[in-house]
Every structure is written in structure tokens, then in C-alpha cells.
């Protein structure tokens, strides 16, 4: 099956600072990346949809300035969380859709900790 | 908001089939049945879709009613590493999002 890989699976860093989050799609190319947030106990949660070459779509209540998401190429979708705070630690996830096929395949996670 | 109701949680002894259902009374006709797993502190992993038939795979069987109203999934032979949240979701053809509700947490117990 297609895979997705994300970089880094764990970061902790300081509140104020930004960090930037990476997804790949390692054997396809994917037109369309999303982004997920959940939090402890709780279910996934869409954050936006990237297109490659495109402006993301952010879901609603979602900040765009504050996490912005960049679709240079057909492998690869960058999420940054500018200004981090403690209430962003959360499990962020990316998922890839394989062209015209409707599975979506999902990376393995980055966990997020703001101290 | 889910368009899927799924009990909370349920337990199934290992090497036992784990049927785990979900409703989905207000289905579309253009709407398909995804199942996808999640077992702790990973990404969600594919397991089957259907849109009206019965499917079968690898990992598990869909059995989907005549009405399309509910959906089973079967796993047929359930094993520890089986334990996870399972999420059944409901898709148009075409759009990509996928809306996660609080799934059904599947505990196989030796």
C-alpha cells in the first residue's frame, strides 16, 4: 500500500517559538494532503485541505496565519505553527489521497508539546 | 458532524470474529461506507469501503444492508494487535474529506 511518512514524530518546544511539521507521500504523488489535529481521548479533527500548488482550505474555527501550510510539490505538504503555545500540544496527523483512487492514506503522526 | 453512530466501546476474546456495527440511517445514494482504524498514538489505517455490496479483504468483511441504513464490520479472526478505535465514516464519491466521529474502541483480550 502507499505510504506517507511524517517528520518529526515527536517535538517539544518552547511557547513563542514556531515549528514546522512535515508529510510525504514516499511512493505516490498526491494532489490532495490533509491535515488533522486530536487531541487527547478525542477524535480526529480536519484542520484544512492542501492542494498542490494551491492556497490551503482551513476549516472553520481553524487560525490560517497561525498554522500555515505550504503544497510545493506533489510529495511533500508542510504544516507550521507559527507562535506556539501550550494549548496547541496536540497529535498532528497528514493523510494523502492517491489521485483518482479514494483511499486515503495516512501518515504516522508528530506529537506536539508546547512548554 | 458524524453522520454515523457507533456504540462507544466493546470487547471481543481473541481469535473470536469482532463484529462491530454502525448506522448510518441518512445515507445518501451516492455516499460510501469507509472503515478505518486507529490504534494508539498512530495515523488511522485504511481497512474497506463499499457502497452497497458486500466486500471482502484482507483484513475484514463489510456486510452492508439492503437499505444501506447499517453496516457491519467483521473482523474474522480477531487478534490483540486488532485493538484500536475503529471509525466507520460515510463519503460522497469525489469529495476526500473525511469526518471522524468518536468511533468504537475494540479491545481483544487473550
Known amino acids: 500500500g502507499a505510504v506517507v511518512s511524517q517528520h518529526p514524530s515527536w517535538v517539544i518546544c518552547k511557547s513563542g517559538t514556531s515549528v514546522k511539521i512535515e508529510c510525504r507521500s514516499l511512493?505516490?504523488?498526491?494532489?490532495?494532503m490533509f491535515w488533522y489535529r486530536q487531541f487527547p481521548k478525542q477524535s480526529l479533527m480536519l484542520m484544512a485541505t492542501s492542494n498542490e500548488g494551491s492556497k490551503a482550505t482551513y476549516e472553520q474555527g481553524v487560525e490560517k496565519d497561525k498554522f500555515l501550510i505550504n503544497h510545493a510539490s506533489l510529495t511533500l505538504s508542510t504544516l507550521t505553527v507559527t507562535s506556539a503555545h501550550p494549548e496547541d500540544s496536540s497529535f498532528y496527523i497528514c493523510s494523502a489521497v492517491q489521485g483518482a483512487n479514494h483511499e486515503q492514506y495516512f501518515g504516522p503522526g508528530t506529537r506536539l508539546t508546547v512548554t | 458532524d458524524a453522520k454515523t453512530t457507533q456504540p462507544p466501546s466493546m470487547d471481543c476474546a481473541e481469535g473470536r470474529a469482532a463484529n462491530l456495527p454502525c448506522n448510518h440511517s441518512t445515507i445518501s445514494g451516492n455516499e460510501y461506507v469507509y472503515w478505518y482504524r486507529q490504534i494508539h498514538s498512530q495515523g488511522p489505517q485504511y481497512i474497506i469501503h463499499g457502497l452497497k455490496n458486500n466486500e471482502t479483504n484482507e483484513m475484514a468483511s463489510l456486510i452492508i444492508t439492503e437499505d444501506r441504513k447499517s453496516s457491519t464490520l467483521i473482523l474474522p479472526h480477531a487478534t490483540l494487535r486488532d485493538t484500536a478505535v475503529y471509525y466507520c465514516i460515510v463519503r460522497v464519491e469525489g469529495d476526500y474529506k473525511l469526518s471522524f466521529g468518536a468511533g468504537t474502541t475494540v479491545t481483544v483480550r487473550a
Open positions: 511512493d505516490f504523488q498526491a494532489t490532495t
